[in-house]
């Protein structure tokens, strides 16, 4: 059984090789429509029209972190 580890971008396997994973970071998510597979570089278009809600969410949470991670170096 494959360990999960928190520390990497999550990602997804490649629908077209099976073999490259596609990895997503929530920034990446959030701001880039376009992602490459690194295995076969195909390359995949997001369309986020209909996801307004959970962008806002997502947002949210991205915007949250960046304020924790700015306040950890901040306090160190």
Known sequence: MEEKTYNNAAGIPCPVCKKGIIKLSLGNFLFDNKFICPYCN???????????????????????????????????
């Open 42 to 76: 195909t390359k995949f278009d997001i369309n986020k029209s209909h996801c307004g809600a959970i962008l806002e969410k997502l947002q949210d949470l991205y915007n949250a972190n960046k304020e924790m991670e700015r306040l950890t170096k901040q306090s160190l």
